[in-house]
Protein backbone atom coordinates (compact mmCIF):
# COMPACT_ATOMS: atom_id res chain seq x y z
CA UNK A 1 0.00 0.00 0.00
CA UNK A 2 1.24 3.28 -0.85
CA UNK A 3 -0.17 4.73 2.90
CA UNK A 4 -1.33 8.30 3.32
CA UNK A 5 -0.94 10.55 0.73
CA UNK A 6 -1.46 14.32 1.45
CA UNK A 7 -0.91 17.34 -1.01
CA UNK A 8 1.12 19.67 -2.02
CA UNK A 9 4.44 18.64 0.74
CA UNK A 10 4.57 22.61 0.56
CA UNK A 11 2.62 25.48 0.58
CA UNK A 12 3.82 28.95 0.17
CA UNK A 13 0.98 31.86 0.45
CA UNK A 14 -0.18 35.25 1.15
CA UNK A 15 -2.10 36.53 3.61
CA UNK A 16 -5.83 36.60 2.98
CA UNK A 17 -5.54 33.76 0.44
CA UNK A 18 -7.22 30.49 0.12
CA UNK A 19 -5.34 27.36 0.72
CA UNK A 20 -6.95 23.71 0.46
CA UNK A 21 -4.45 20.95 1.81
CA UNK A 22 -5.17 17.25 0.48
CA UNK A 23 -5.44 13.72 1.60
CA UNK A 24 -6.03 10.30 0.13
CA UNK A 25 -6.37 8.44 3.47
CA UNK A 26 -5.28 3.89 3.36
CA UNK A 27 -7.81 1.75 1.11
CA UNK A 28 -9.88 0.35 3.47
CA UNK A 29 -9.17 2.69 6.41
CA UNK A 30 -12.73 4.32 8.06
CA UNK A 31 -11.32 6.57 10.04
CA UNK A 32 -9.13 9.88 9.09
CA UNK A 33 -7.82 12.94 10.97
CA UNK A 34 -6.43 16.50 10.38
CA UNK A 35 -3.80 17.38 13.26
CA UNK A 36 -1.54 20.70 13.02
CA UNK A 37 2.03 20.68 13.86
CA UNK A 38 3.57 24.30 15.31
CA UNK A 39 6.46 24.13 17.90
CA UNK A 40 4.54 26.02 19.99
CA UNK A 41 1.58 23.88 20.52
CA UNK A 42 2.92 20.61 19.41
CA UNK A 43 0.87 17.90 17.95
CA UNK A 44 -3.34 18.76 17.89
CA UNK A 45 -6.18 17.17 16.41
CA UNK A 46 -8.27 19.69 14.37
CA UNK A 47 -11.05 17.12 13.17
CA UNK A 48 -11.42 13.84 12.59
CA UNK A 49 -13.88 11.75 10.57
CA UNK A 50 -15.46 8.28 10.67
CA UNK A 51 -17.34 6.95 7.41
CA UNK A 52 -16.89 9.97 5.82
CA UNK A 53 -18.80 11.30 8.61
CA UNK A 54 -17.04 14.35 10.69
CA UNK A 55 -17.19 13.22 14.04
CA UNK A 56 -15.64 15.88 15.80
CA UNK A 57 -14.48 19.32 15.11
CA UNK A 58 -13.88 20.89 18.16
CA UNK A 59 -10.15 21.13 17.54
CA UNK A 60 -10.89 23.53 14.59
CA UNK A 61 -9.25 26.92 15.03
CA UNK A 62 -11.89 28.99 13.85
CA UNK A 63 -14.36 29.63 11.25
CA UNK A 64 -11.77 30.14 8.50
CA UNK A 65 -10.90 26.05 8.86
CA UNK A 66 -13.33 23.59 7.30
CA UNK A 67 -13.10 20.13 5.99
CA UNK A 68 -14.54 17.32 4.19
CA UNK A 69 -14.42 14.16 3.30
CA UNK A 70 -16.81 13.41 -0.02
CA UNK A 71 -15.78 9.73 -0.07
CA UNK A 72 -13.53 7.41 1.43
CA UNK A 73 -10.43 8.18 -0.46
CA UNK A 74 -10.10 11.66 -0.34
CA UNK A 75 -10.33 14.86 2.17
CA UNK A 76 -9.38 17.96 1.94
CA UNK A 77 -8.81 21.01 4.88
CA UNK A 78 -9.23 24.21 3.71
CA UNK A 79 -8.64 27.41 4.88
CA UNK A 80 -10.29 30.93 3.92
CA UNK A 81 -8.46 33.51 4.38
CA UNK A 82 -5.20 32.51 5.53
CA UNK A 83 -3.41 34.03 8.10
CA UNK A 84 0.69 34.08 8.78
CA UNK A 85 -0.54 32.61 12.31
CA UNK A 86 -1.97 29.50 10.44
CA UNK A 87 2.06 28.64 9.36
CA UNK A 88 2.60 25.31 10.29
CA UNK A 89 2.77 21.60 9.65
CA UNK A 90 -0.61 20.09 8.63
CA UNK A 91 -0.86 16.13 9.06
CA UNK A 92 -3.23 13.35 7.57
CA UNK A 93 -3.65 10.48 9.68
CA UNK A 94 -5.37 7.21 8.91
CA UNK A 95 -6.78 4.31 10.94
CA UNK A 96 -9.02 0.86 11.06
CA UNK A 97 -12.14 0.53 13.02
CA UNK A 98 -11.45 -3.29 12.72
CA UNK A 99 -7.85 -3.03 13.53
CA UNK A 100 -5.33 -2.45 16.73
CA UNK A 101 -6.43 1.42 16.32
CA UNK A 102 -3.21 2.80 15.26
CA UNK A 103 -3.04 6.21 12.91
CA UNK A 104 -0.48 6.25 10.10
CA UNK A 105 0.50 9.50 9.09
CA UNK A 106 0.67 11.06 5.39
CA UNK A 107 4.29 13.36 5.28
CA UNK A 108 2.88 16.45 5.98
CA UNK A 109 2.62 19.62 4.02
CA UNK A 110 4.21 22.49 5.35
CA UNK A 111 2.12 25.83 4.71
CA UNK A 112 3.78 29.06 4.98
CA UNK A 113 1.40 32.24 5.12
CA UNK A 114 3.79 35.41 4.34
CA UNK B 1 -8.75 14.68 30.28
CA UNK B 2 -5.33 12.84 29.50
CA UNK B 3 -2.06 14.21 29.55
CA UNK B 4 1.10 12.77 28.55
CA UNK B 5 4.37 14.54 29.43
CA UNK B 6 7.49 13.58 28.07
CA UNK B 7 10.35 15.00 30.49
CA UNK B 8 13.26 14.46 28.57
CA UNK B 9 13.66 17.70 25.86
CA UNK B 10 16.65 16.85 24.55
CA UNK B 11 18.76 13.30 24.58
CA UNK B 12 22.16 12.41 22.87
CA UNK B 13 23.62 9.14 23.15
CA UNK B 14 26.66 7.27 21.43
CA UNK B 15 26.07 5.28 18.24
CA UNK B 16 25.76 1.45 19.07
CA UNK B 17 25.10 2.28 22.44
CA UNK B 18 21.54 2.08 24.67
CA UNK B 19 19.29 4.86 25.16
CA UNK B 20 16.10 5.44 27.24
CA UNK B 21 13.36 7.90 26.61
CA UNK B 22 10.71 8.28 29.52
CA UNK B 23 6.72 9.08 29.34
CA UNK B 24 4.64 9.33 31.84
CA UNK B 25 0.76 9.74 31.54
CA UNK B 26 -2.70 10.18 33.53
CA UNK B 27 -5.77 8.70 32.96
CA UNK B 28 -8.63 7.55 34.55
CA UNK B 29 -9.54 4.81 31.95
CA UNK B 30 -9.15 1.35 32.29
CA UNK B 31 -8.54 -0.10 28.85
CA UNK B 32 -6.12 1.88 26.16
CA UNK B 33 -2.99 2.16 24.31
CA UNK B 34 0.39 3.48 24.08
CA UNK B 35 2.23 4.73 21.48
CA UNK B 36 5.65 5.90 20.35
CA UNK B 37 5.99 7.50 17.32
CA UNK B 38 9.15 8.73 15.68
CA UNK B 39 9.88 12.18 13.66
CA UNK B 40 13.17 12.30 11.67
CA UNK B 41 14.41 15.45 9.88
CA UNK B 42 11.90 14.40 7.00
CA UNK B 43 8.93 15.23 9.45
CA UNK B 44 7.65 11.72 8.32
CA UNK B 45 5.57 10.63 11.65
CA UNK B 46 6.32 6.87 11.67
CA UNK B 47 4.64 4.17 14.34
CA UNK B 48 7.88 2.48 16.56
CA UNK B 49 5.87 0.71 18.96
CA UNK B 50 2.48 -0.03 20.67
CA UNK B 51 1.32 -1.27 23.49
CA UNK B 52 -2.36 -2.34 25.05
CA UNK B 53 -2.81 -1.65 28.46
CA UNK B 54 -4.29 -5.27 29.06
CA UNK B 55 -1.02 -6.81 28.12
CA UNK B 56 1.78 -7.26 30.60
CA UNK B 57 4.31 -8.32 28.78
CA UNK B 58 6.37 -5.17 27.17
CA UNK B 59 5.80 -4.93 23.65
CA UNK B 60 9.38 -5.31 21.22
CA UNK B 61 10.07 -4.49 17.97
CA UNK B 62 13.74 -5.25 16.63
CA UNK B 63 15.85 -2.30 18.80
CA UNK B 64 12.86 -1.12 20.40
CA UNK B 65 11.57 -2.22 23.54
CA UNK B 66 9.29 -0.65 25.90
CA UNK B 67 9.28 -0.43 29.81
CA UNK B 68 5.24 -0.42 30.37
CA UNK B 69 4.38 -0.06 34.09
CA UNK B 70 0.32 0.43 34.78
CA UNK B 71 0.55 1.41 38.30
CA UNK B 72 2.88 3.85 37.71
CA UNK B 73 1.44 4.92 34.26
CA UNK B 74 5.03 4.85 32.91
CA UNK B 75 5.78 3.93 29.12
CA UNK B 76 9.38 4.72 28.33
CA UNK B 77 11.19 3.48 25.53
CA UNK B 78 14.52 1.53 24.92
CA UNK B 79 16.73 1.91 21.88
CA UNK B 80 19.16 -0.52 21.42
CA UNK B 81 22.42 -0.32 19.51
CA UNK B 82 21.43 3.12 18.93
CA UNK B 83 21.94 4.19 14.85
CA UNK B 84 22.71 7.24 13.40
CA UNK B 85 19.61 6.63 11.58
CA UNK B 86 17.67 6.98 14.84
CA UNK B 87 18.55 10.72 15.21
CA UNK B 88 14.59 12.22 15.52
CA UNK B 89 12.01 13.67 17.58
CA UNK B 90 10.39 10.62 19.28
CA UNK B 91 6.52 11.17 20.52
CA UNK B 92 5.11 9.38 23.11
CA UNK B 93 1.20 8.77 22.74
CA UNK B 94 -1.74 7.94 24.60
CA UNK B 95 -5.45 6.43 23.02
CA UNK B 96 -8.05 5.97 25.10
CA UNK B 97 -11.69 4.61 24.61
CA UNK B 98 -12.34 7.83 22.62
CA UNK B 99 -9.60 6.80 19.91
CA UNK B 100 -7.89 9.79 19.98
CA UNK B 101 -4.34 10.37 20.37
CA UNK B 102 -3.22 12.53 22.88
CA UNK B 103 0.41 13.66 22.06
CA UNK B 104 3.58 14.53 24.74
CA UNK B 105 6.14 17.18 23.58
CA UNK B 106 8.71 14.92 22.52
CA UNK B 107 11.91 14.32 22.89
CA UNK B 108 14.37 15.20 20.33
CA UNK B 109 16.99 12.10 20.26
CA UNK B 110 20.38 12.69 18.29
CA UNK B 111 22.81 9.98 17.84
CA UNK B 112 26.43 10.86 17.52
CA UNK B 113 29.20 8.76 15.44
Known amino acids: DAGVIQSPRHEVTEMGQEVTLRCKPISGHDYLFWYRQTMMRGLELLIY????????DSGMPEDRFSAKMPNASFSTLKIQPSEPRDSAVYFC????????????FGPGTRLTVT | AQTVTQSQPEMSVQEAETVTLSCTYDTSENNYYLFWYKQPPSRQMILVIRQEAYKQQNATENRFSVNFQKAAKSFSLKISDSQLGDTAMYFCAFMGEGRLLTFGGGTRLMVKP
Open chain 1, 93 to 104: ASSSGGGLYEQY
Open chain 1, 49 to 56: FNNNVPID
